[in-house]
């Protein structure tokens, strides 16, 4: 007899205690899928908070918090080379763009304060300093793609327009002309230096459903952020209305 023989002869059970051990084993797990199934029930019934049950939207809120700790606004995101820009850019979500929209007509509303807003043309955002970036575009819904965008750097624009008070805000707002799209940022992540008030794709002017004449990017947070076809910029305290959120997103979607 073989040593591993005797090691399975040793170890080899009745079919007495074969059985008890297979009657224990489903048992088991019957009682944690019941567990897992009341659980979700309880979940589901719970009173909806900002969009989702409260105790996961109480989990999101606690991911923000560590999340937003942690967050380090001197730490970039990746950069690629032009060359692995993708040329045939993926087009997701229409919200927002339905109506027609033209670069004559067109202002980007900057609220600085209850009326009083700044209405600046697509060509004062175009003479600000141009900042380009090829980065990894990452969409919530599990796809990525690496592309090229350029325009001026947030921080930079709210620099030139002295918009210093506004700057010490927790949060920006934006919304689209017709406000079907809107989201709300953490200032931290709408000042780090990659984030851009955006007005090309692949060095060419950004296609309409792309969010001409300007969007937002901003590649520390998931695609649900970008918004496209800025009409509204404001600041606040308290957190913006953000759709995806509304809808059982989580607010912060950085990554
Ligand atoms: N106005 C507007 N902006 C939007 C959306 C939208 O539906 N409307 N969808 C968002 C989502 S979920 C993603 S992934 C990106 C997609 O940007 P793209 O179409 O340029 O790939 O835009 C974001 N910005
Ligand atoms: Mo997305």
């Known amino acids: 007899m073989k040593k591993t023989d005797q090691f399975f002869k040793q ?3 009745s079919e007495k205690q074969v059985r008890s051990r ?3 084993a489903f048992s088991v797990f019957a009682i944690l899928l019941f567990i897992v199934f009341i659980s979700y029930l309880w979940i589901k019934n719970q009173p909806k908070v900002a ?10 809120n606690i991911n ?12 970039l995101v990746k950069e690629y080379p032009k060359s692995a820009a993708a040329k045939k850019v993926r087009v997701n979500g229409y919200d927002g763009l339905k109506d027609t929209v033209s670069e004559e007509t067109w202002r980007l509303h900057i609220v600085r304060k209850t009326r009083d807003t700044l209405k600046l043309a697509l060509a004062d955002i175009k003479k ?8 990894d575009f990452k969409c919530i819904e599990g796809w990525s793609q690496v592309t090229h965008w350029a325009g001026v750097p947030l921080k930079t624009f709210m620099e030139h327009y002295h918009l210093e008070d506004q700057a010490s805000m927790k949060y920006i707002g934006l919304q689209t002309p017709d406000k079907e799209y809107y989201v709300g940022i953490d200032m ?5 230096s990659q984030t851009l008030l955006c007005y090309e794709m692949n060095g060419k002017p ?6 001409f004449p300007l969007r937002l990017i901003i590649p520390v947070k998931y695609g649900i952020k970008h918004l496209k076809r ?7 305290n308290n957190k913006p209305a953000d759709y995806w959120a509304e809808r059982g997103y989580d607010y912060y979607a950085g990554h």
């Open 64 to 75: 923000e918090k560590i999340f937003s700790k942690i967050f380090d606004s001197s730490q």
């Open 22 to 24: 297979t009657i224990i």
């Open 11 to 13: 170890e080899s059970m």
């Open 230 to 236: 800025i009409g509204t910029m404001f600041f606040s």
């Open 128 to 135: 600000l300093p141009k900042r380009e970036i090829v980065f």
């Open 206 to 211: 950004l296609p309409v459903n792309q969010g």
């Open 51 to 60: 969009g989702t049950q409260k105790p996961l939207r109480t989990s999101l």
């Open 188 to 192: 931290p992540s709408a000042l780090q």
